[in-house]
């Protein structure tokens, strides 16, 4: 992923754009998939006993197994950020997905988690 003011800036533009949670969800993983690059981009629900998909970018669907979020295939590195709400408890989870071995790297860790931080408004 190139530099994070493009993408945060498109997912504000997304945010603010009228319409359904979900719709705003699947354009936001469409989003951050395109500009990293990245095979897979998940967006989850946490709830206190279940973990549930939001939206999805990608070429498959999302696991049904809920002990686990990647959707496996090429996958060959996953990177999982949870998604806080203001007060701080866990609302949901941004998964991201490549072909790639070692694909995530300290700027990739810094900007997917400015990507999570900005979708709280998503679950507010």
Same mark, same amino acid.
């Given at each position: 992923?190139?530099?994070?003011?493009?993408?945060?800036?498109?997912?504000?533009? #997304?945010?603010? #754009?009228? *319409?359904?949670? &979900?719709?705003?969800?699947?354009? #936001?993983? =469409?989003?951050?998939?395109?500009?990293? *690059?990245?095979?897979? @981009?998940? %967006?989850?629900?946490?709830?206190?006993?279940? &973990? =549930? @998909?939001?939206?999805?970018?990608?070429?498959?669907?999302?696991?049904?197994?809920?002990?686990?979020?990647?959707?496996?295939?090429?996958?060959?590195?996953? #990177? @999982?950020?949870? %998604?806080?709400?203001?007060?701080? *408890?866990?609302?949901?989870?941004?998964? &991201?997905?490549?072909?790639?071995?070692?694909?995530?790297?300290?700027e990739d860790h810094r900007r997917l988690?400015?990507?999570? =931080?900005?979708?709280?408004?998503?679950?507010?």
């Open positions: 992923m190139e530099e994070s003011a493009p993408i945060l800036r498109r997912l504000r533009e #997304i945010l603010g #754009i009228p *319409g359904d949670r &979900v719709g705003k969800a699947r354009r #936001i993983a =469409a989003a951050i998939r395109d500009t990293g *690059g990245y095979r897979w @981009v998940g %967006i989850y629900d946490v709830f206190p006993e279940e &973990v =549930a @998909v939001l939206a999805w970018s990608g070429p498959a669907a999302p696991a049904r197994d809920p002990r686990h979020l990647t959707t496996l295939g090429t996958t060959r590195s996953e #990177i @999982v950020v949870p %998604i806080l709400a203001p007060g701080g *408890g866990q609302v949901g989870l941004l998964d &991201v997905e490549s072909g790639l071995p070692d694909a995530f790297g300290q988690e400015e990507c999570a =931080a900005a979708l709280a408004p998503l679950w507010g």
